[in-house]
C-alpha cells in the first residue's frame, strides 16, 4: 500500500501541475518547458510506483497502467503538436485531461479502500 500511496501522492503534484499547465494553455499564456518536463517527470514517478505495486500483486492498479500508456501518449502528441506547429490542440488537451482525471480517481479510491471491482 506504501507504493500506491506515495504513486498517489506524485500524481496529485502531476495534477496540479497539469491544471496549471491547461489554464495558461487554454488563456494563450506559455507554459515553460521547465513545467512540463515537471509534470512528465512526477507523472513517470507515479506510474513506476504503480507498476510497483502492480509487479508487487496489486491486482486492481492494471487498469490504470493502461490508462496511464494512452494518456502519456495523448500528452506527447500534444506537447509534440504544440512545439513543432505553436498551435494547441485542444481537443488533446482535454481527453489527456479526462482520462488523467478518471485514472486519479481509481487509483484514489484503491488507495483509500473503496470496492471498484465485482
Same mark, same amino acid.
Request: glycine share 10%.
Given at each position: 500500500?506504501?507504493l ?23 488563456r ?5 518547458r ?5 509534470h512528465?517527470?512526477f ?6 510506483l ?9 491486482t486492481?492498479?492494471y487498469?490504470n ?11 506527447? !502528441?500534444a ?5 513543432t !506547429? ?14 488523467a482525471?478518471?485514472c ?12 471498484i !471491482?465485482?
Amino acid at each position: 500500500m506504501i507504493l500506491l500511496t506515495a504513486s498517489l501522492a506524485a500524481f496529485t503534484l502531476v495534477a496540479l501541475l497539469g491544471l496549471f499547465m491547461a489554464i495558461d494553455l487554454f488563456r494563450g499564456v506559455p507554459v515553460s518547458r521547465q513545467l512540463v518536463l515537471t509534470h512528465a517527470g512526477f507523472a513517470v514517478l507515479g506510474a513506476l510506483l504503480a507498476i510497483g505495486a502492480a509487479l508487487a500483486g496489486n491486482t486492481q492498479v492494471y487498469v490504470n497502467i493502461a490508462l496511464v500508456v494512452v494518456i502519456v501518449l495523448l500528452g506527447v !502528441t500534444a506537447a509534440h503538436k504544440r512545439y513543432t !506547429t505553436g498551435q494547441v490542440q485542444k481537443g488533446l488537451i482535454l481527453a489527456h485531461a479526462g482520462l488523467a482525471v478518471i485514472c486519479y480517481l481509481i487509483l484514489a479510491a484503491v488507495v483509500f479502500g473503496v470496492k471498484i !471491482t465485482g
